[in-house]
């Protein structure tokens, strides 16, 4: 089984792309192509679970634990289809290997899908991630089974305003502390730096992002929770906003013009993500920033380990679309 070439396929999220492989960890990762195809199989290396789409439908999941070839059936009109595969689970710490795509008998590659021209990155944790969304109580499964990034607010906003994205957003961490103070030397403000935010753990030299590659047009940052969380101590309030100030400061100069949404919610047991956040919006407009939104949101956190459920995402993401849409221009008149 060999790859396409690059020109023919469109990747939503951050890969690291090579002659032999794509490789990723974030959460809602996507490769999707034109193609006429009797059947559509991947050769796959990690540990994820994916979504299968034909056309924007779903069609089925697939689970990969180690290695193998996942085999889809094809239309059987002979016509050219659009075909996506979604990585629905997070690699924390990890990654998926694509080290192969064919088509079947007679199969052949159409042109690139188009990307829009709307372009939302989403920095986060769990909440963003869909974490355990699937579980229908705090106890309901594990997380690689009920996680799915695409039943996420941020997958659930990118697909409704039809925009390119990113989701980057690792579970468990915080911008300066993690939950739990686990694996304190990687936290979000470290992880940002890699094409796959699963790998430094394990890799010495891992892939450092190329900026270029992508520039957003509007930003949410949705952090923290994790840096109030839980079990103390927390994180430091003044590192914490000196660190979030260096963020948005850093994706000004990479991305002009970029717009953000700054997103917090209730925090146990001390409820202090929306005081400091809000803090930091308002130090953001004192000091002249005009590109910038801040929104306090409640969720109904039934699903797995005290997580949003899919109807919470729901409404998470109806309750931010119109600070999305206002911040990038795309709001009908």
């Known amino acids: 089984m060999s790859m396409p070439k690059e020109e023919s396929l469109l990747l939503q999220g951050r890969w690291s792309v090579s002659e032999e492989c794509l490789c990723a960890s974030a959460p809602a990762a ?8 009797s059947e559509v199989s991947f050769d796959i290396e990690g540990e994820a679970r994916f979504l299968f789409e034909i056309d924007g439908k779903a069609v089925k999941y697939e689970t990969v634990n180690d290695r193998r070839k996942l085999s889809f059936k094809a239309p059987k009109d002979k016509a050219s289809h659009t075909y996506r595969l979604v990585k629905v689970s997070e690699s924390n710490p990890g ?22 021209n709307r372009r939302i990155e989403f920095i986060g944790d769990s909440f963003t991630v869909g974490y355990g969304v699937e579980g229908k109580g705090p106890e309901d499964g594990t997380p690689f089974e009920k996680t799915n990034a695409s039943k996420s607010y941020a997958f659930l906003l990118a697909e409704g305003y039809k925009a390119d994205y990113q989701v980057n957003a690792v579970s468990g961490r915080g911008l300066v502390r993690n939950y739990a103070n686990i694996v304190p030397e990687w936290t979000l403000e470290n992880l940002y730096e890699y094409t796959m935010m699963g790998a430094p753990e394990q890799e010495k030299d891992a892939e450092r992002w190329n900026f270029e590659k992508f520039h957003p047009q509007v930003v949410v940052v949705f952090v923290g929770i994790n840096d109030f969380q839980g079990e103390p101590p927390y994180a430091d309030v003044g590192k914490f906003k000196e660190a979030y100030a260096k963020l948005l400061d850093k994706l000004r100069a990479l991305h002009p013009g970029v717009k953000f949404l700054l997103v917090a919610t209730k925090t146990w047991p001390n409820d202090d993500l929306g005081g400091v956040v809000e ?7 004192a000091a002249g920033k005009n590109d910038i939104v801040y929104k306090f949101v409640y969720t109904e956190n039934t699903a797995l380990h005290g997580h949003p ?16 849409g206002r911040l990038g221009g795309w709001l009908s008149r």
């Open 30 to 37: 996507s490769v999707s192509f034109n193609a006429t195809a």
């Open 95 to 116: 990654k998926i290997c694509i080290r192969g795509i064919e088509l079947g008998k007679g199969g052949s590659f159409g042109p690139k899908p188009k990307s829009w």
């Open 279 to 285: 803090s930091i919006y308002n130090d953001q407009v």
């Open 309 to 324: 459920s899919e109807m919470s995402q729901k409404e998470l993401a109806n309750t931010l679309r119109p600070l999305v």
